[in-house]
């Protein structure tokens, strides 16, 4: 009933006519500006281009305080983390609505092509804007990936991008983008991309003994079972009302591929697979009641399908299926009271279900069909005052779980208040104070909770708290050498209560889950760009600092009091550097993650070597008649490193990509 009152808000309002405006190639919403309080990390437009990105993952290591967590080749699993608060307290949002994993809570970043994205931007805290739904207020940091929107020129009606990337591992990954104008109100969208790669590369695995010269083992292999073949398909429409607009997104991803395993003592594991199905639908509808009232409707309905399989019999042998579907709704109001003061009120329902069909040699049922029901429940205002911009929110999050076998957790009701403020310092130049604080609560995800091995899991709930103070400098200066200048600094703390911490085991697909009482998580994010016109050459530079000290204060008795918390390095860092001119861009991209731990005690066992890696790319884009090319050359690796970002987990040598793009 829902989902016909959805779109039937959406068909009839797409009958209104605009009384002035005959073509509209972008949706404006006509509230308030409702500025945001902290700018976020972004990437878009010719920067995002530049980039040696295949897929959103490789993007989002290019911010400052981010830890990617890479398996491996094409198809390994690629999740991140923030500010040492883990994977499960980001939350990922695509063309507006959150992407779920109630099972693992973790979002494979690698399945999002870069083909189709506009853009990206990272909130730490939340996004600062109070027009947003209640579920938006509940991630300790937010990552916003937004699809291509159609845009006509002129008078064409159609828009078509044909791509086509070979590359090291047998990579073959074609693509295809069509952008139709139905009318001047309605657009659609369709982009699809096939994706194969037999993931196999060479890697060198060297191991000593601790504090020895001794070599335990020093092979030179080829790493096996990363394969992956893979598609993706996906259909928008895109709608411009009178006083709103709206959107309908349908995705589905498609892989069967090989897991990596771990390489340990030597033993190089090819016995794990996994298939997966991820389906959503989703729909976005905005509109303008009146002068005082601005309504969001949200709705999404998703059902995923995973199938892992362990064919290898020095382990427990495994085939296991999983099937989890998600119901979403959310609506969001806005109030304008006054031309410097907004308050919102948002409502989200969701409602998951994960059932399992896996084997065991006794053939006992253990799974205990968890069904979780969602409510949160925000009000907010934001106020601006001159140079004075603030935010405040309080988050109710109201969480009933039911399950067919076993004892059910308790239900939680749990109020998380947030305040943001933003301090235009000098009036001539845009130099901002920032600060936010912010309470986090997260539940335990279905795996966390109901490990399929296991008969119950005591797994507590996650609550941090977060402060964060920073100052912010752009300028900009068309006529001069330095186009722009823009600089970020913040530091920050964040204290961890009963922090779930998930490291994988082998087979991969498995991961060992446990709580620390305490973490505490100090750090320094430092961020510089800057722009040069050097009269025909643009030059870009970016360059990305971080430092973290996240340390385990759980029990003084433990060996591990005070230590660093697992795969936090203290010290990271990017640089990107590109140069145009004309119609070729030259890239250039440094990626450095210091020294880690595998494990919680801070010794030399576990100890993760430091590693960097530098990636150049060469553009050329030229025309003949009406169409448009770009030819894109791509060194990844360009030193052929040795290097693991997950202990165990060798990463690709040097490889190479090449990308040919054609559009009409």
């Known amino acids: 009933m829902i989902f016909v009152s959805f779109f039937g808000f959406v068909v009839l309002s797409a009958q209104s006519r605009l009384d002035s405006i005959q073509v509209l190639n972008e ?67 695509y063309n507006g609505i959150q992407l779920g994993n109630a099972q693992n809570g973790q979002v494979d970043l690698g399945k ?64 295809l983008l069509v952008e139709y104008k139905i ?13 194969n790669s037999s993931g196999k590369y060479k890697v060198h695995y060297k191991r000593v003994f601790p504090d020895t010269d001794i070599v335990a083992y020093d092979t030179t292999a080829t790493r096996e079972n990363g394969d992956i073949n893979a598609s993706r398909l996906e259909a928008s429409l895109y709608g411009a009302l009178s006083k709103g607009s709206w959107n309908i997104n349908a995705y589905n991803y498609s892989s069967n591929r090989g897991v990596p395993g771990a390489i340990i003592n030597n033993v190089w594991r090819r016995g794990e697979r996994m298939n997966d199905v991820n389906s959503f639908i989703q729909g976005n509808g905005k509109y303008e009641v009146s002068d005082w009232w601005t309504t969001q409707l949200n709705a999404k309905y998703a059902a995923d399908y995973t199938h892992f399989e362990n064919f290898d019999y020095t382990l427990y042998p495994t085939n296991n299926k999983f099937r989890q579907k998600e119901f979403y709704i959310a609506t969001a109001n806005l109030f304008p009271l006054t031309s410097w003061w907004d308050m919102s009120l948002s409502y989200d329902f969701q409602w998951n279900t994960l059932d399992a069909d896996f084997q065991r040699m006794d053939d006992y049922d253990v799974f205990a069909y968890p069904t979780r029901y969602s409510h949160w429940l925000a009000l907010a205002t934001a106020v601006e005052f001159n140079r004075l911009r603030m935010q405040a929110s309080l988050l109710g999050t109201f969480v009933n779980e039911t399950v067919k076998k076993y004892e059910a957790p308790e239900d939680k009701q749990v109020f998380s208040p947030a305040f943001f403020a933003s301090y235009k310092l000098l009036r001539e130049a845009d130099f901002r104070l920032n600060a936010f604080y912010k309470k986090v609560f997260r539940m335990a995800t279905f795996n966390e909770m109901y490990y399929v091995e296991m008969i119950s899991s005591d797994i507590n709930p996650e609550y941090a708290t977060q402060y964060n103070l920073g100052l912010t400098y752009q300028k900009e200066n068309k006529h001069s050498f330095i186009r ?181």
């Open 27 to 93: 949706v404006v919403v006509t509230a308030s500006q409702n500025k945001e309080v902290i700018a976020p990390q972004k990437l878009s437009g010719k920067e995002l281009e530049m980039l040696n990105t295949f897929s959103v993952a490789d993007a989002i290591r290019y911010f400052s305080g981010v830890q990617l967590k890479d398996y491996g080749g094409v198809g390994g699993l690629k999740t991140v983390n923030i500010r040492s608060l883990g994977t499960n307290q980001v939350g990922v949002f």
């Open 112 to 175: 999002f092509s870069m083909d189709n994205i506009e853009e990206i931007a990272l909130y730490n805290g939340q996004k600062s804007k109070i027009f947003q739904s209640a579920r938006d207020f509940g991630a300790a940091s937010s990552i916003y990936i937004t699809p291509r929107k159609p845009r006509f020129s002129g008078n064409k009606n159609t828009n078509i991008r044909a791509g086509l990337k070979v590359g090291s591992f047998d990579q073959l990954n074609p693509s």
């Open 183 to 195: 009318s001047d109100y309605v657009n659609l969208s369709f982009n699809g991309e096939w994706i």
């Open 484 to 664: 722009n200048l823009n600089v970020q600094v913040d530091a920050y703390y964040n204290k961890v209560e009963d922090k779930i911490i998930s490291t994988p085991k082998s087979p991969l697909f498995k991961w060992t889950t446990y709580n620390l009482g305490l973490v505490e998580i100090k750090g320094i994010d430092a961020s510089v760009g800057t722009m040069f016109d050097m009269h025909k050459v643009l030059f870009n530079t970016k360059i990305q600092y971080t430092y973290q000290k996240a340390q385990n204060f759980t029990d003084p008795t433990d060996t591990f009091y005070g230590d660093q918390i697992p795969y936090i390095p203290w010290h990271s860092g990017t640089l990107i550097a590109s140069a145009m001119y004309k119609n070729w861009i030259l890239n250039y991209s440094f990626i450095y993650t210091g020294e880690r731990y595998s494990q919680s005690d801070n010794i030399i066992y576990n100890h993760v070597q430091p590693w960097y890696t530098h990636d150049i790319s060469l553009v050329k884009t030229f025309k003949i008649n009406e169409l448009n090319f770009k030819a894109t050359l791509e060194v990844n690796n360009l030193l052929s490193q040795d290097y693991e970002v997950i202990f165990n987990y060798p990463m690709p040598k040097r490889n190479y990509r090449l990308s040919f793009v054609v559009e009409l």
